[in-house]
């Protein structure tokens, strides 16, 4: 039997050999197929038709991190949901796979270790064969599933992880799990008890109910009511190998045509016999239409499926399905106006030395290290427009969501429906059909956040990276990887140019720029020779000794902020930190309102009149007694945006004030709706948290405010300077874009601190002097490699007792480099798991990650609990 390794998207689990039947072609690398992995029918796609010298794991066997969660009961979605989900064959499944979709219940799991050094001498029952091939051709181009490899391998993760972190949505068919009550259950019902008895009193209506969870009793309570044969379950599959949208199209037959054509128009459908009146107009609709009209279309004009129906059945008419793309772009926006613009000598310089590496077609990095305002996009887009021309594509990532809507119009303006967008702000639909025109080769720019960088694009000639320091490239989640360092491998897998782009780039680009690793390509001034921002340090100290404790807004910031409007102009004021008040205090107890699942307080919402979570999203009304002493007496301590929004609001009552945090743009296309209006003038004052400081382009903002510049200061990370100077020196680098100078006004209690100091002058090179020399001093990224362990467990006793027995077996690999902890994490106790943390330090990235993988390969169950993120950009 032939035998190919596939990934499934399972966290944590190694490649699969599954067997091909011989009535099957060989599938290439790439393609998804349909295999069985323990009770489940699941897709999978191809990396390999051999094995890797190490060997991968048996087909179906157990995957790590593939058990229930322990819970009480078995959890069913409703009914009603699932009658609209119930999947068949007919939801775009290949014929081939109809008659599989039900009894797959004799697959198990086997040993969750078990490897296959020499497949090929295994017996043929042991390898398990492929169900169905889903593709004709290769469903992700092959330097996509290298790439793939190489994030399952840098980042230490499971090549299934990986690899679903590369498709599009909608991309996946597995099995489901239904169960439904038999006639012997039903009369069973009143004599169970326990798990048993719950089961089936929620199965009593005698519809199927998707299982959406199970715990260890909810577990074997369902698999013993199945055996006693009080339940059936079922395992159908979900899903379509195609997820196109498409139209059912009425259009004429030959026949049809010739009886419209054969004489006049109204005297042929008059003269037709067995024709109704409305017969005779969908033929006089459909003459004119000869790519034919959708059957909605018709419906709406009173023309039903019965009419179409009766002229299908006298051959007059034909039916076909056209697909249609969802199509997500808005140009409307104000936002999307470009102009041509004349470089100024340095950026014609600049862009002269991108030119010569971009010509050169091979791998090059380089570090596009421009202040605020200095014109970096333009440089984009007519280095785009280079690389284009010589037949290759472009890919251009940015930081955030907000962001992409006003990048994608700008570069959409200059080159047309060239370009598809990639974000997870746009619908499952949205997305699937941009990814299958970067597939198909129908575009050659791609826009997108991270996740963009993974876009099947073809002939791959320049990557674009803008605000390259930025956190949102790193995923917080499996796989943990940075979308800057993933977009320069892949520059380099293809010869491509690389471009990183910021006025505050991260230590570790800078440094490489310094090294000769990156070219380093400098814009020390503005267009037009706009001086920078004028930025004022209010002491808040002497600010809370005039005024009391509960001080906002400064005198000075009033002062200014009244001003600005006079004059009418636009006003930004940031704060990095959402919500009304950041704890709920009891003055007579001292009780705070905690989170019952993490060790932190809760954040108070005002306007939802609720105190919520910000880890995991836990929310209850805000109480007008202490939960613990009964007392009235309670106190919302601290601020965030919301509060500062009604600040604003109070003081200049005649200014049009909006926010912008995750509270007020969960509704779709409400960040764009809203930076237009500002864009357009429509608003005075924008508050917001950092979405606002960092790639937008407003000329009449001329005073930016920023409230408790040292917020994250305080913050038990290494990083916590650097990213407080990033943003700050961004946010001011909003205001004087216009005509008018721009000023800068920060509030904080440490305005001694280098990264204040350093941001308020946009010095960044004297802010790389003295964070790098602190780096080196206590041996922190860039000056070695960092990976950040998290054991998670019920007891902090167990998360501290195996994160100390994973340390003792890291270090006794006996390679050179440090092993810190294990030490309650700062965050202890998130989302009800109690966390230890441990960080292993070096110079052998390979080895670092090899001693750890081998350590938790050797404690399979603690490495279920255990987040491993390697290069982190947050130590929490």
């Known amino acids: 039997m032939r035998l190919v390794r596939v990934a499934v998207p399972v966290p944590a689990l190694d490649a699969l050999t599954y067997g091909v039947p011989d009535t099957f072609r060989e599938p290439t690398v790439g393609t998804r197929v349909l295999v069985p992995l323990g009770k489940r029918i699941m897709t999978g796609l191809v990396i390999g038709s051999s094995l890797s010298e190490t060997g991968v794991r048996d087909s179906g066997l157990g995957a790590r991190g ?54 090929e001498s295994r017996q043929a029952s042991e390898i ?99 055996r006693d044969g009080l339940i059936t379950i079922t395992n159908p599959l979900k899903g379509t190998s195609d997820a196109s949208r498409t139209v059912r199209l009425a259009m004429l037959t030959a026949e049809g045509q010739d009886i419209v054509d054969s004489v006049g128009k109204s005297t042929a459908i008059e003269a037709a016999p067995r024709l109704g009146a409305r017969q005779r107009e969908a033929l006089d609709l459909l003459q004119g239409a000869p790519d034919g009209i959708d059957s909605g279309t018709l419906a709406q004009r009173g023309i039903g499926a019965a009419t179409l129906a009766r002229l299908k059945a006298l051959g007059l008419v034909t039916f076909v399905r056209r697909r249609i793309e969802r199509d997500p772009h808005d140009l409307e926006s104000p936002l999307a106006a470009t102009a041509q613009l004349t470089l100024t000598p340095q950026q014609a310089v600049a862009l002269g030395r991108l030119f010569e590496l971009a010509e050169a077609r091979t791998f090059h990095t380089a570090l596009l290290h421009g202040v605020t305002g200095s014109g970096k996009t333009e440089i984009y887009l007519r280095l785009a427009a ?282 779709r296309g409400a960040i764009s709706s809203l930076l237009a209006r500002f864009a357009a003038g429509d608003l005075d004052v924008l508050v917001g948290t950092q979405m606002i400081a960092k790639g937008h382009d407003f000329p009449r903002v001329t005073l930016v405010g920023v409230i408790s510049a040292d917020v994250g200061l305080g913050i038990a990370d290494f990083r916590a300077a650097e990213r407080t100077f990033q943003l700050l020196t961004q946010v001011a680098g909003r205001a004087g874009r216009g005509h008018v100078r721009g000023e800068a006004i920060v509030q904080t209690l440490f305005p001694n601190h280098y990264s204040i100091r350093h941001a308020c002058r946009q010095d960044y090179g004297a802010f790389f002097s003295d964070e790098i020399a602190f780096r080196r001093a206590m041996r922190y990224p860039p000056a070695v490699a960092l990976i950040n362990a998290v054991v998670k467990a019920r007891t902090f006793d167990t998360a501290m ?61 603690v490495a279920r609990r255990t987040m491993v993120d390697v290069d982190p950009l947050n130590v929490l």
Not at 89 to 114: C, M, N, Q, V, Y
Not at 184 to 201: K, P, Q, S, V
């Open 128 to 226: 398990k064969p492929i169900v169905d091939i889903l593709d004709p051709d290769p469903f992700l181009p092959d330097d996509v599933v290298k790439l793939a490899a190489w994030v399952a391998e840098y980042y230490a993760c499971g090549i299934g992880a990986a690899i679903a972190a590369t498709m599009p949505p909608r991309a996946w068919i597995e099995t489901e799990r239904y169960a439904q009550i038999t006639e012997r259950g039903h009369g069973a019902m009143l004599t169970e008890r326990g798990h048993r008895r719950a089961i089936l009193e929620r199965l009593g209506a005698g519809k199927p109910v998707r299982i959406v969870a199970a715990g260890r009793g909810g577990h074997t309570a369902l698999m013993t009511l199945e």
């Open 386 to 667: 280079k690389v284009r021309s010589q037949q290759r594509g472009v890919l251009i990532l940015v930081p955030e969501i907000a962001l992409t809507p006003a990048v994608a119009a700008v570069v959409r303006n200059a080159f047309g429906d060239a370009v598809a967008i990639q974000h997870s702000g746009l619908s499952d639909g949205e997305r699937h059909d941009q990814w299958q025109r970067i597939r198909r080769g129908d575009v050659d720019v791609v826009v997108g956040t991270r996740s963009a960088v993974f876009a099947p694009l073809r002939a791959l000639g320049l990557v674009i990276v803008d605000e390259e320091h930025d956190a949102s490239y790193k995923q917080d989640e499996t796989p943990r990887y940075n979308g800057r360092d993933v977009a320069i491998i892949r520059g380099r897998h293809a010869d491509a140019l690389v471009v990183l782009g910021s006025a505050t780039p991260s230590l570790e680009s800078y440094q490489n720029a310094q090294n000769g690793r990156y070219a380093l390509v400098t814009l020390d001034r503005r267009i037009l020779d706009r001086p920078l921002a004028d930025v004022r340090v209010v002491d808040m100290r002497q600010e809370y000794a005039a005024a009391g404790p509960d001080l906002i807004l400064s005198s000075v910031l009033c002062d200014a902020i009244t001003r600005r409007l006079e004059a009418r102009e636009q006003v930004m004021v940031l704060l990095n930190r959402r919500g009304f008040a950041t704890s709920v205090i009891c003055r007579q107890c001292g009780a705070t309102l905690d989170c019952p699942n993490c060790s932190l307080s809760l954040i108070v919402h005002r306007a939802a009149r609720r105190a919520r979570c910000h880890y995991c999203n836990f929310s209850l009304p805000i109480p007008s007694v202490c939960t613990t002493c009964g007392g009235s007496f309670l106190e919302q301590v601290g601020f965030g945006t919301e509060r500062v929004e009604g600040e604003i609001v109070e003081k200049f009552p005649g200014a049009r004030v909006a926010r912008v945090d995750r509270d007020t743009i969960r509704k």
């Open 66 to 119: 593939s058990t229930f969660e322990p819970s009480e009961t078995a959890v069913f979605e409703s009914e009603t949901t699932c009658a609209t989900r119930t999947p068949t064959a007919k939801r775009g499944i290949p014929d081939s796979t109809s008659h599989r979709t039900t009894e797959l219940r004799s697959h198990r799991f086997g040993s969750a270790e078990s490897r296959t050094p020499n497949p």
């Open 801 to 861: 007792q195996d994160a100390a027995d994973l340390i003792r077996r890291v270090r006794s690999s006996g390679d050179p480099y440090r092993v810190l902890g294990p030490a309650p994490a700062p965050l202890s106790r998130l989302k009800g798991e109690h966390r230890a943390q441990f960080f292993i330090k070096g110079t052998n990235r390979r080895g670092m990650r090899e001693a750890l993988r081998q350590a938790l390969a050797s404690r399979p169950e």
